[in-house]
Every structure is written in C-alpha cells, then in structure tokens.
C-alpha cells in the first residue's frame, strides 16, 4: 500500500491540476458515452481553461503581493506569523498518507453515491489535496498516527460532497452551468453567505444597496466597467504602496487584465465541462429514474461571475487593513491573498452578484479566519517542519488550510485519540 501511495504521490506532483483534470474530464466523457471527441475536445477545454485561470490569478498574485506588502510595511505592523499562502499544500504532496486518502475518498463517495447518500461525484481529483493537508496536520499532531490522518483526511472530504450538494442548485444557477457541483470546502462559506443575505434583506437603507456590476456600471459610467475599475484599483493600491508613477500604472493595467479576461477564461473551463456534465446527467436519468447526480469541479469555476473579482480586489487591502486592526491577529496575509477571490466566488451566488455584500460577508467571515489561523500556527508549523517543507524554528500558517474552520476541527478533535 506504501508503494501506491509514492506512485500516486509521483503522478499527482508531476501532472499538475489542469493536466489532470483534462484527463478526468476525457475519461468521464468516455465512460458516459459522451462521445471520444466530445470527450477528448471538453477534457482539453477544460484542462486549458483551469490551466488558463491559474495564470491569471498568478500573475495578478504576482503583481499584487508586492504592493500589498509594501503597502502594510507603511502600518509598521508586528506580526509574527508567516503567512505560506498555497505554500502548505506541499504537506498533501510529502505526507505518508497521501496516496490512501485518495483511495478512501474515491471508494467512500462510490458508496455514497450507491446509497444516495450523495449526488455529488468525486471527479475533481486535484482538490483532494486539502484533505490531505488536513491528513497532514493530525499526522504531525498525533505523533505521527498515519491511520488517524487518512480517517481525518477522507471525513473531510466527506463533508465537502455533503456541502456541494447544499450548494450545487445555486451555483448551477448563478453561473449557467448545470450538473456541476463544488466539493471543495470553499464553498462552506455559502452555506453562511445565504442567511447573510436574508438578513442584509431586512436592514432598511441597507437592503436597497444595488451593488450589482451592471448597477455600477450604469451609475459609474465608464469607472464601472471592469476593465477601468480594475485599473483604477490597481492605481490606488499602488499610490498606497509608494510605488514610482511608472509602476503605478504598470500595476492598474495588469489588474485590469485581471479583470477583463478572468470571465473570458472561465468561459473556456465551463465549454469543456458542461457537455459532460450534460452527458453524465442523461446517462444516469436514462438507466436510474429519478436519479441525480451532480459533476464535482474545482472552485475555480466559481470565478466567471463579474462581481467576484471586483469584489476580489476591492478586499485586498481592506483584508490588510483588518489584519492589522484584530486585536490577538498574529499573521499578517500576503501569500493568502491569492484566495479572497475564491471565497468571493463561493458566496457570489447566494449573494446575487452584489459587491457590497460580498465584500461586507468575506471581511466578516475573515475575522474568525485570522484567529484559527492564527491558533494553527504551531500545529501548521511542525507539519511544515516535519516534512523538509519549512524552517521549524519560523512560526508559519495560512488562510486557505491554517484558518479553515472544518480542518481545523478536525484537527482538534483527533488529537483526543493520540
């Protein structure tokens, strides 16, 4: 079983996220009958597209995190932890458990969709890796107990079929891709984000907000397209950062970029995996009637939607700001930046597509995140240092696994069976 889990580990850290899914996306079309080039063409699409996200996002993560750090150097800040970002998931790549994870989530969500425990099918193979992260961290916290890690590990994701179910209808919705569902546990936020929205209905002044892109293009004019928003942002963030006027703009266009091609690119991801999803949709309504069942995708696709990233861009200093200003906060997010825009995609669709309230919900929802994030830091630490990943003598964690509310959880609640 060792030398499955380092095979696994082998081709998981050699292919990458969008070769992978371009691989799953072509298999499912051709085990449903999608057609081999239907399947071939929307495993390639769909492949490209995250591949294409991935650049986006990274470059802009690039452009970006300089600013904002020079940007909070100009508070004189004192925090103390280190801020990884994605850097953590090399635990789900390192640890012993990596390969069984995999194995039980995948034999688990069978059986759950067999008992219909489940309409959510497990074919986002990349996002596995945050389970094992989770794995990762009761590992190093009990001791090294692999079996307590992988039992951690596959609950986790678990729970993360059990939530895309609960979400699945509002996003197919909201982002006109039907069949699809997101297993990540990024979209735990949604679950939050539509009894947000019931109560900003009730508040008088507030709920006539109109924070839709189209309402603030209309009011705005040209400042309300994305392009020209994005760039002006851009502009402001590095004014803030004490940035030469050359920079400065530099830095408004790329976050311009950001913003006028992200959905463009999205379109791309949805062209690969809507006729599948559609294809896997009509195989199982044809031989179980009555049945549903739902295309499990990695939350990148979540990302389309206009309001996500000018939501995205608005929080990035504000996130700083708020970081600085929590009392007991010990890290300062630079890396974990690269994930705001991936919480605003999981709450876009119960929160209509309005930035107001978008933003307003994920700077709530970060508060509790800078303090669990804040409490993982020495359990996030020794994982690092346990594994050739980190300095051990440098306090570190992240937004996107240190301050995950359901891992962290889980976390604690193992360490009682050392």
């Known amino acids: 079983m060792e030398g499955i889990a380092a095979s696994i580990s082998t081709v998981l850290g050699g292919l990458g996220g969008p070769v992978l ?9 051709l085990v449903f009958r999608a057609g081999i080039s239907n399947s071939i063409r929307g495993g390639i699409y769909a492949g490209i597209g995250l591949a294409g996200l991935n650049i986006i996002i990274n470059a802009a993560t690039d452009q970006l995190t300089p600013a904002i750090q020079a940007f909070s150097e100009n ?21 012993p458990g990596l390969g069984l994870v995999i194995l039980g989530i995948l034999v ?14 497990w ?26 890690g992988v039992l951690s590990g596959v609950i ?38 539509k009894p947000f929205n019931m109560l900003m209905e009730k508040i008088p002044g507030v709920k006539n907000i109109n924070g839709s892109p189209e309402n603030i293009r209309k009011k705005m004019g040209i400042f309300g397209e994305l392009g020209v928003m994005g760039t002006v942002i851009g502009i402001v963030i590095g004014i803030l950062a004490g940035y030469h006027y050359t920079a400065v703009v530099n830095l408004g266009v790329q976050i311009g970029v950001l913003m006028v091609f992200l959905p463009k690119t ?38 389309g939607h206009p309001s996500v990233m000018a939501s995205a861009v608005l929080l990035y200093p504000l996130i700083v700001i708020l970081a600085v200003l929590l009392p007991g906060n010990a890290m300062l997010p630079i890396a ?13 669709a119960q929160l209509k597509g309005n930035v107001f309230r978008i933003v307003l919900f994920v700077l709530i929802w970060a508060i509790p995140i800078f303090y669990i994030a804040s409490a993982m830091a020495p359990i996030h630490t020794e994982t690092m240092g346990l594994l050739g990943l980190a300095d051990p003598a440098i306090s570190n964690s992240s937004f996107d696994m240190g301050g995950d509310p359901l891992g962290a959880a889980l976390v604690y609640i193992f360490q009682l069976f050392q």
């Not at 899914?21 to 079309?29: E, F, I, S, T």
């Not at 990762?136 to 307590?148: D, E, I, M, Q, R």
């Not at 809507?274 to 009637?289: D, H, L």
């Open 156 to 193: 986790f994701l678990v729970i993360g079929s059990i939530i895309a179910d609960r979400t699945a209808k509002d996003y197919q919705e909201f982002n006109d891709m039907p069949g699809i569902a997101v297993p990540c546990t990024t979209s735990f936020l949604a679950l939050f984000a």
């Open 123 to 148: 074919t986002d193979i990349w996002s596995i890796w945050h389970g094992n992260v989770v794995g990762g961290f009761v590992w190093a916290a009990t001791g090294g107990n692999v079996t307590l």
């Open 266 to 303: 999205v379109s791309v991801l949805c062209e690969g995996i809507i006729p599948i999803a559609n294809a896997i949709t009509e195989f199982v309504q044809e031989r179980f009637e009555g049945r549903e069942v739902y295309v499990g995708v990695d939350c990148a696709a979540l990302l």
């Open 21 to 29: 899914v371009a691989l799953v996306m072509c298999l499912l079309g």
């Open 108 to 121: 688990v969500n069978a059986l759950m969709i067999l008992l219909k425990l489940t309409k959510t099918m």
């Open 336 to 348: 974990s930046l690269a994930v705001i825009p991936y919480w605003c995609g999981a709450v876009a």
């Open 75 to 95: 508070f004189n800040t004192n925090l103390t932890v280190t801020d990884l970002g994605w850097g953590s998931s090399g635990i789900a790549f390192s640890w």
